[in-house]
């Protein structure tokens, strides 16, 4: 493994930016997108068809893992990498989404997150100090900071307290992070890095005070959190572009959760470069395809004799090999593999989109590549 994480920018274009961020288990060109593979597989495809997609790092959750098989299971099999089999880099959220979804099976105090599994009902506590820990077992590369996610629409009392708490979680977490790395306990992936959550729902003024209290915790990067809850397009994008520029220069700045492939684009143009978004894999499963003329449902009866491939333009697996009435036809049949041809399709879209805009950020040519996106996705603003 390589011994340390580190992270440089390469090239501008505006606020934009390409780079190059170093981990113990290779490097990611940013702007990079994380295919999600909750429980240490992305569903529908192998890990070798993420590799010859072109997919440098991979995001896991630990509520997830904990639960099942367990963080000490893992550990004992050379950490996540071993166990699933992946050798690049790997991200793992600290679960605090997850525990904000469950709703009524949970409660939140200064302690951590008290929740029901949903496996088997057992009751369970996640702590800054125990998220940070699981981490460690899981030995990846980047882990995050354990947050509150607040719903949205929320009082902005209500979002305070959120913010407030998180900031002080995230002490505790780097604390803890530190205490690991600086004693003997044993863990896969002693190069570990930890991100910090940014929170504050879309109020301006505790996004800023997040942003400086985050900040003075000296991350090695920082994600903003708690969007793609609810709020508009508009929304997300004023948080964006408030909270990344007041971000260190020189540590990567992730956006969780969002989104679609125009929102990628918005946001790399606001300053972001790391993504991950459950899009492309779930659409896929649905019969969603993302194409370079829009969207595409396959499963519509007018593709049941269309012999043109699913995006013309396109050189992924499915598009050089099979039609839009053979995939229609395996959707409608409930065939599995219908499920793995369009998820190499869309996640080959996302992550060639991705390569097409670090090209545009080298030759200055972003926002043409932006104008071509709206048209395409015309919903945004």
């Not at 996640?126 to 899981?138: C, G, K, N, S, V």
Request: aromatic share 8%; hydrophobic share 40%.
């Amino acid at each position: 493994m390589a011994p340390a994480f580190d992270f440089r920018v390469t090239h501008r274009d505006g606020t934009a930016r390409c780079g190059i961020l170093a981990t113990p288990h290779g490097v990611v060109r940013t702007p990079a997108f994380m295919p999600v593979g909750t429980r240490g597989a992305v569903k529908a495809i192998l890990q070798r068809d993420l590799g010859e997609l072109g997919a440098e790092i991979l995001l896991a959750n630990t509520y997830h893992l904990q639960l099942r098989p367990g963080a000490d299971l893992i550990a004992r099999h050379g950490g996540l990498h071993g166990f699933i089999g992946w050798s690049g880099p790997i991200l793992t959220d600290s679960g605090g989404y997850q525990v904000f979804s469950l709703a009524g099976r949970r409660t939140v105090d200064e302690e951590g997150a008290r929740f029901r599994s949903h496996l088997d009902g057992d009751e369970q506590l996640l702590t800054p100090e125990r998220a940070t820990d699981l981490q460690w077992q899981l030995g990846s590369d980047i882990a995050m900071a354990f947050d509150e996610c607040i719903a949205y629409p929320c009082e902005p009392s209500a979002a305070r307290r959120a913010m407030e708490r998180t900031l002080r979680w995230a002490e505790r977490a780097r604390h803890r992070h530190a205490a690991l790395q600086q004693s003997d306990a044993a863990g896969p992936n002693p190069g570990q890095a930890q991100f910090g959550i940014v929170q504050g729902g879309i109020h301006r003024d505790l996004r800023a005070a997040s942003v400086r209290a985050t900040v003075a915790l000296g991350f090695d990067g920082y994600a903003i959190g708690g969007l793609s809850v609810g709020e508009s397009v508009e929304a997300m994008y004023d948080v964006v572009a408030d909270s990344a520029p007041q971000l260190p220069e020189d540590r990567p700045r992730y956006l969780m959760g969002a989104g679609t492939p125009v929102d990628l684009v918005e946001a790399v143009a606001r300053g972001v470069d790391l993504f991950d978004c459950v899009l492309p894999t779930r659409n896929a499963r649905n019969g969603q395809l993302f194409t370079s003329a829009g969207r595409l449902n396959i499963k519509q009866a007018r593709f049941a004799d269309d012999a043109r491939p699913p995006d013309e333009r396109c050189r992924c697996y499915t598009c050089r090999h099979h039609s839009r009435a053979y995939l229609r036809h395996l959707f409608v049949a409930r065939e599995m593999s219908a499920a793995t041809l369009n998820t190499l399709h869309n996640l080959h879209f996302y992550l060639d989109t991705m390569r097409r805009i670090q090209e545009a950020i080298k030759l200055g040519s972003l926002e043409t590549l932006r104008q071509e996106f709206h048209l395409i996705d015309p919903r945004q603003p």
